[in-house]
């Protein structure tokens, strides 16, 4: 199974569109990210969730809206998309326990914004 | 926020030679995590190894080892017996209290 899937992996879209990426950790984490990597393979935090509480908020224009309806999962909503809006954007996920931290990844999501 | 800096944007090695990837960090902090990724063609971020700060010895994995300079805020990656698989992005990173942050990346090519 996989630990951290984050949908769809390629995202195409039209530059004004609204569109949403899905987040899912099954490791029992509460602790949950979203990164952007730019075309320099730059990775920036934009958010971080603990708990369903919005702990990091990284200068993202408001456009950008994570909800997180429980400690599984992280969605990223983003509306009237932009050009600059296009990356690739990974969910991350960790846990404090046993001093034992590190994040796992998703395989992230291609957005392509035309 | 605590910035990481990887000063070489590009390193090659041969096959089987050892290559060190550098990495320095800005922290007030006395307990936190450092980290290096890598993330091969495929996209993925892959862990390769993990640094206590409160821990002095450095840690190995395999071919992999660091050297950790607390007092000067360094955290290299040394890479031993180098493979052609081991071409990748590699990322260093800073975790404290649930905020982790990256370096831009070193793009490491392992020529054979």
């Known amino acids: 199974d996989t630990a951290v899937s984050q949908t769809p992996k390629y995202l195409v879209t039209q530059m004004g569109n609204d569109k949403s990426i899905k987040c899912e950790q099954n490791?029992?984490?509460?602790?949950m990210y979203w990164y952007k990597q730019d075309s320099k393979k730059f990775l920036k935090i934009m958010f971080s969730y603990n708990n369903k509480e919005l702990i990091i908020n990284e200068t993202v224009p408001n456009r950008f809206s994570p909800k997180s309806p429980d400690k599984a999962h992280l969605n990223l909503h983003i509306n009237s998309l932009e050009l600059g809006d296009s990356a690739v954007y990974f969910c991350?996920?960790?846990?404090?326990?046993?001093?034992?931290?590190?994040?796992?990844f998703g395989s992230g999501t291609q957005l392509s914004v035309l | 926020a605590q910035t990481v800096t990887q000063s070489q944007p590009e390193m090659s090695v041969q096959e089987a030679e050892t290559v060190t990837l550098s990495c320095t960090y800005d922290t007030s902090e006395s307990n936190y995590y450092l980290f290096w990724y890598k993330q091969p063609p495929s996209r993925q971020m892959i862990l390769v190894i993990r640094q206590e700060a409160y821990k002095q010895q450095n840690a190995t994995e395999n071919r992999f080892s660091v050297n950790f300079q607390k007092a000067a805020k360094s955290f290299s990656l040394k890479i031993s017996d180098s493979q052609l698989g081991d071409t990748a992005m590699y990322f260093c990173a800073y975790y404290n209290n649930n905020d982790m942050r990256f370096g831009a990346g070193t793009r490491l090519t392992v020529k054979p």
């Open positions: 991350a996920s960790s846990q404090v326990q046993h001093r034992n931290e590190k994040l796992f």
């Open positions: 490791l029992g984490h509460d602790t």
